[in-house]
């Protein structure tokens, strides 16, 4: 393929970074920004050189353009990822994949019948710290199983689309599908059960953003896999603003347990002993585009399928009905209903 003429379809944080990022992939560059927002597709336009416009359908009638960068609200992602693929545009969008099943194979049906590259923006999948905890676990360098453990909890979303149930989905959808995706990774297996519970803790928060339909902002989950291995999620976007939770992120197995921080993972074996891993790579967002515009031109597979996104979502999803009903659910298949 000649160069790759990127179209950026929403210009917020995440899409400023895909924009930035693209100037730094060989052969590639963004040639139309969009944003309903115009001020803010502008100002990135004017930062890139390249026009700017207030809607996706104008941006993809740039001439030349061939690849799309869809960051939009969750909820849009399949309006705005079928109008650029059927543009003929290989298509990055963020994740999770969408809000409704339907609307996710929509999206992989149309990238099928066109013959066009789609990934989703699971970027950790590209992270230095995930591969090293893949490689431990599946070598069973810990043991088997493991149960990894994620602990955090922070203020209010500062974006109000992000914590609304039918626009981002809150955290039980649009972060907790990182975690269910690279379990799936670092464990080698799918996810089988979920067993869930959670709250609105934001409900009469003087800082809760106006108009937004919140659902649950605070939850924890547990997740078990076919393998064996269980994920283990407690997470809060609920907080006031200004105040911020304590985070715990390990793996624990027979063998010892991992430590997880930035760019760092150790391993503390019987008796005390440590094995560090340091310097890992965290540029997951740079290396994301790069692998899918080697996908692009190779022709192989990408990093982060339209199934894994199904996946992703199945997962939330069966959270949801573990919240609302008490019990735990069967995680159901990417293409079961």
Excluded at 254 to 283: C, N, Q, R, W, Y
Aim: negative net charge; charged residues 20%; contains cysteine.
């Amino acid at each position: 393929m000649e160069e790759l003429k990127v179209c950026v379809i929403g210009c917020g944080a995440l899409g400023q970074v895909h924009a930035r990022g693209w100037g730094q992939v060989p052969g590639a560059r963004v040639v139309s920004v969009a944003d309903p927002w115009l001020e803010r597709a502008q100002a990135l336009g004017e930062e890139l050189g390249c026009p700017w416009f207030s809607s996706a359908a104008e941006a993809l009638q740039v001439e030349g353009v061939n690849t799309a960068s869809v960051a939009v609200p969750s909820a849009l992602h399949c309006e705005c990822t079928v109008a650029a693929l059927e543009r003929g545009c290989h298509v990055i969008c963020e994740k999770p994949i969408s809000l409704s099943l339907d609307d996710g194979r929509t999206m992989i049906r149309v990238a099928q019948e066109r013959g066009l590259t789609l990934t989703y923006g699971f970027c950790k999948r590209f992270m230095g710290q995930v591969h090293v905890v893949r490689d431990l676990v599946q070598s069973g360098r810990l043991g088997r199983p493991v149960m990894y453990r994620h602990v955090s909890a922070w203020e209010i979303r500062p974006k109000p689309w992000i914590m609304d149930r039918h626009l981002g989905g809150g955290p039980l959808f649009d972060i907790s599908c990182h975690y269910t995706d690279q379990w799936r990774v670092i464990f080698g297996s799918d996810p089988v059960r979920v067993k869930a519970s959670g709250l609105t803790i934001m409900k009469n928060s003087p800082d809760k953003p106006a108009e937004t339909d919140p659902q649950v902002d605070t939850f924890s989950m547990t997740v078990e896999y076919a393998s064996g291995d269980i994920g283990m999620l407690s997470m809060s976007w609920g907080l006031p603003k200004g105040v911020v939770g304590g985070t715990l992120e390990d793996c624990l197995g027979t063998h010892g347990l991992l430590k997880l921080e930035p760019a760092k993972v150790t391993l503390v074996k019987h008796g005390g002993a440590e094995e560090v891993f340091e310097g890992l790579s965290t540029d997951m967002y740079l290396q994301q585009l790069i692998a899918f515009a080697e996908s692009i031109r190779e022709g192989r597979p990408v990093a982060a399928s339209g199934e894994d996104g199904l996946w992703a979502l199945q997962t939330s999803l069966a959270a949801l009905e573990s919240i609302e009903t008490g019990a735990a659910v069967r995680v159901r298949g990417p293409w079961e209903d």
